[in-house]
Every structure is written in C-alpha cells, then in structure tokens.
C-alpha cells in the first residue's frame, strides 16, 4: 500500500471520495488533487471534494447517498451524523425495461469437471444430504452423521461429505399460513439441490406438522434409480425414502441409528459409483453475495464481483444475486435492466411484499445497516446498497425468484436472474441453495468466517488489510485494486478461474480446508405458534 495520500471517486460527478489509505489519513494530510484534509479521516470514510451547502446532496455513485445536514467544507470527514437520509423510492413510475443493453460477446470454451444429474443439472461436490422434516430428530440425525462418516464413509472416497439438513422449522408452527410456502419450499428445493445428486432421504420425527409428503409430495421432486433403468430399461420413480423415529419396529435409540445407516449406505454406494465430468461453464449456478460490507465492498470486491458475473452470463452460466434490502434503493436501476416488462413487474412485486413485511415490524430498509457498516465507512443504506447492487454486473435481468423458489422448476436457466431473499448472510445463503446454485461467492470488508457445507464458499476481501489478516480464510485479495496493484478485470478473471477450479474440485476455499459451516437459517415470515 502506497503512503501518499490517496482518495477513490467512484463518479465524475461525485462530491465526496472515500480515503483508500490503511488506518486512514491524518488533518493535513493533502492528496495529489491539492484537496487537503482539515480534519482525521478513517480508511473508507468520506471525504467532501467541494464545500457543500447546507441541504445539498452529497453524491457518491452519482447518486445522492444523503443530504448535508449543516454546511461541509471541503476536507472535512463527512460521516453518517452530517447526512439526512432519502427516503425510499417508490414503486410507481418506474423505468421498465428501458435500458438499451448492448449484448455482450458470448464466451465459449471455459468447462469444468461436474456432477452430471438425472435432472440435468450439474453439482461441484458429491455429497449425501440426509434430510430432516423438523427439529425435533437434529440430535439424532447429527448422531447418526457422525458414524456414518467415522464408519462407512471411508469405504465411499467418491463421497465428499455427509450433511444433515437441520433446521428450526417443521412443527409448533402456523403451518397452514399462507407465508409457510416459504420454508416449506426452501426445505423442499435444498433437499433437490445439485450437490446431493438426486439422493434423497428423509428422517421424520413421525407426529410432526410437516409431515414428509408434505415436504416431499409425489411430482415434487424425480429420482431415477440407474440400476432400475438397467434391469427393466425405463426410468423407473423411487418411492421416498423415509426413516420414521416413532415408527413401531424402532426399540431403543440404536435401532434408529442403524436404519439411518443401512439407509444411507444404499445411497452413498450409488454416490460413489458417479464420475466427474467435462461439462460446459454454462452449467454453474452461482450465487452472489455480501456481507460485513464496508466503503471498499463498492469499490473494489463488488465491482470485481460484477464483472465475474458479466464473464459467466457470457459463458451462458446462471447467477443469482439476492438481498431485497441491499437493492430496494436502487429499484429504478433494476427495472431499467429487466429484459421484460414482466421480469420488471416481477421485481417490484418482490420488492412491495418485502415493503409491507418490514413495515409489520414497523421498520423499513434502514434497520439493514449494521455497527460494523457504519465504522467501515458506509454512512446508510443507500450508499451500502449502491455498493451492493454492484455485483450484478452489467447483464440484463432474465428472471426473477421468490424466496425458496427453484430455478428449474420455474423453467428458469441461465443468465442474470433476481433471486429475492432477506440480506441477513445465512438467510440468503439458505435461499440461494433452495435456488439451485452449485458455487458461492461471498464479499467482504470488515470479515467473516461465513461457509456452507453444502456448497464451495469463495471468500473476497475488499481490502488488503483484512487480506493480509485473515490470509487463511480469504480466498481472493480484491483489495489490490484499491492499492492500485491490480484492476477491477484483473481481480474479476482471477474470480472467474477460481471458480472453475472450485467447481471442479480441483481447489478447495478456505472455509472448506477448515470445514466452517454455518447453520440453515429459514426465513419463515408465517407465524410460530
Ligand atoms: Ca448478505
């Protein structure tokens, strides 16, 4: 990092910059501008290129992230107490599909090694998913998880992991709610995620509300047995697979471990006879997003990020991006890029359900911002969510998801698609899995540890600093482009190879070396009961 001051404009139009410098600058400190600060500014803070009056916009994004609250001069550390907010955008006259996208060049020729499903989707890991309709049997199944890893797994090398899917939902709730759609479905479209290979098995407590075939209902999901197809020569249908705890032929704790064992060793061998193969980039289903943002998360991960995600909507691969309260500010944008007007209508529909959910809690899209945000240097939530939407690239919207829904089943596939999810890290992660993604990409600026054991988790820095601390749970420093070591397309093919290398099992992330998964978190909007 250079030691000449430096501060990053992000718009030409743009009345403050952010201060790129570790540990920040000092008052008196003048950068190469002439502009020279009149007070201490902290690294990702603001500072005022001009003097702004009293009520005047401060612009960054070219958009207005606030308005002056009293007079700024210019060199002052203009912080989230000088800033009015503005308010939300409405839902009404908004540009649909007026933006003139110029079609990018198709990029052919990047493959990597997949799973190849019976439904045609394709998984970058091979793992057995046992799943659990209610809470009630997590202990068990987390019992029986670890001796089928200690005991059968060795004899499975093919099989990457075990995973039980706990969760909190499945009984002492309003089940029949109209919002229970939203975990229900979740459940169901992470159990059918391509990573699992179509293996599915169920354990149920037995007396609880979301019995197994309301999970899984008959048409809700397809499993082809290959062996079936061998011997009668047509796909023939499993029938759900279920380990039922209060069944009456269970006597004793051990007899219900050893059905979920000699169940799921039935499915590991049929995981393990599968094989890698070469399939087209066009087969990654990724989901984008951030958290532990900060001012560089817009500047230099995000940024890089977006420009991946230009690289793979080119490859004709799938991107989702998500968190409604990270791009509600920057609705207009969003409309503008829906291809149609329908994926447009789409958006906002999304976009007004999730208004009068936060507003029954009596909040709006400002309770996002965090503490950490704040110090980070992102004043309030339009300026986070400028930084946020960033990520989407420059692609159109092709399509659109309600929380828990599934690319497939909704015929969705490929391209640029709006996977509507809260913006808490776990809750989007757990949507975005019920989606369909095969690959995760997670940004960040203050840090986390964040991971999945159900998908390979990229980890990007927006700054060296947490780069250089947290060197082995970071797997790309897009802080480089900050210290003007790097450029944005740099970093952004750096990603795009990376994540053919992940998905191919060739490289393990760093939350993968370490094994750091965080829990399923449902979003479930219905009442508990
Ligand atoms: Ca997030």
Known sequence: MSTVPLHIRMHALDNVAIVANDGGLPAGATFADGL????????????????????????????????ARKDIAAGSWV????????????????????????????????????????????????????????????GVVAFAVK???????????????????????????AIDAPDAVIPIRTLRNITLNPNFGGEVMVVSLGCEKLQPERLLPPGSFQIVDERNVADVGVSAEVPLDVVCLQSEHHVGFMSMIDSIMKTAELHLERLNARQRETVPASELVVGVQCGGSDAFSGV?????????????VRAGATVLFSEVTEVRDGIDQLTARASTPEIAEAMIREMAWYDAYLQK?????????????????????????????????????????????????????????FAATPAS???????????????????????????LAEVPVIKVATRSDLARRWHDLMDINAGRIADGDATIEDVGWELFHLMLEVASGRKKTWAEHWKLHNALVLFNPAPIT
């Open 79 to 138: 912080h989230e107490r000088l800033l009015e907010m503005p308010g939300a955008r409405g839902l009404d006259d908004l540009p649909i599909a007026t933006a003139q996208i110029e079609s990018m060049p198709p990029l052919q020729g990047y493959t990597f090694e997949g799973y190849r499903n019976p439904d045609g989707s394709v998984g970058s890991r091979n793992i057995l998913a046992i799943t659990t309709t209610v809470q009630c049997v997590a």
């Open 425 to 451: 890290d776990f809750i989007c992660g757990t949507l975005q899995l019920a989606a369909g993604m095969n690959l995760h990409v997670f940004t960040t600026g203050r840090g986390t540890p964040y991971g």
């Open 147 to 173: 001796r089928i890893k200690d005991e059968l797994l060795p004899r499975f090398p093919k099989v990457d992991d075990v995973v039980g899917l706990e969760h909190s939902y499945g009984c002492g709730v």
């Open 361 to 417: 809690g009596q909040v709006d899209r400002s309770a996002n911002t965090t503490p950490g945000n704040k110090q980070g240097g992102l004043s309030n939530i339009v300026e986070k969510a400028m930084g946020s939407i960033v990520k989407s690239g420059s692609a159109p919207i092709s399509g659109v998801l309600s929380p828990g829904e599934r690319l497939r089943k909704k015929g969705l596939k490929n391209g640029l698609i």
């Open 300 to 312: 230099t991960a995000n940024p890089a990020l977006g420009f991946a995600t230009d690289l793979l």
């Open 36 to 67: 020279c600060l009149i007070e201490r500014v902290p690294q990702g803070h603001k500072v005022a290129l001009l003097d702004i009056a009293q009520g005047a916009a401060v612009r960054r994004y070219n958009v207005p992230i606030g308005y």
